[in-house]
C-alpha cells in the first residue's frame, strides 16, 4: 500500500507559478514511479506529467510542455510539479498516482491516489 498526499496548491495569477507536492508513505517510494494528472469542473481527469522509478524517464501533456517540469526527491519520498506561466485554463484539482517503475500517461495504469490539491490560475 501506498499513501499519497498533495500539496501546495493554491490561487494565483496568470503567469504565475506554483509548486506542487506529492509526499508518499508505506512502500519503498524508490519503487515507483508517480504521474500527475488534473480534473477541471466538468471535464475528465488528464494527464500532466510522470516520473518513473529512476527519474530518468519524465512525460508531458503537450499542453504543459516547456512550462511544467516534475522532478522527484526520494530521500524525501516527495515528487514535485514545479508549473510555471500558469493560465487560466491550468485550473483545476491536481492528484499525483503511484505504479510500479515504469511511468504511464493514462490513469487506469496507476494503482495508488492521492486526494488532490487545487490550483485556481485567475485571469
Known amino acids: 500500500q501506498v499513501q499519497l498526499v498533495e500539496s501546495g496548491g493554491g490561487l494565483v495569477q496568470a503567469g504565475g507559478s506554483l509548486r506542487l507536492s506529492c509526499a508518499a508513505s508505506g512502500r519503498t517510494f524508490s519503487n515507483y514511479a508517480i504521474g500527475w494528472f488534473r480534473q477541471a469542473p466538468g471535464k475528465e481527469r488528464e494527464f500532466v506529467a510522470a516520473?518513473?522509478?529512476?527519474?530518468?524517464?519524465?512525460y508531458y501533456a503537450n499542453s504543459v510542455k516547456g512550462r511544467f517540469t516534475i522532478s522527484r526527491d526520494n530521500a524525501k519520498i516527495t515528487v514535485y510539479l514545479h508549473m510555471n506561466d500558469l493560465k487560466p485554463e491550468d485550473t483545476a484539482v491536481y492528484y499525483c498516482?503511484?505504479?510500479?517503475?515504469?511511468?504511464?500517461?493514462?490513469?487506469?495504469?496507476?494503482?495508488?491516489w492521492g486526494q488532490g490539491t487545487q490550483v485556481t490560475v485567475s485571469s
Open positions: 498516482a503511484a505504479k510500479l517503475r515504469v511511468a504511464v500517461t493514462t490513469e487506469g495504469g496507476y494503482d495508488y
Open positions: 516520473i518513473d522509478w529512476i527519474g530518468t524517464g519524465v
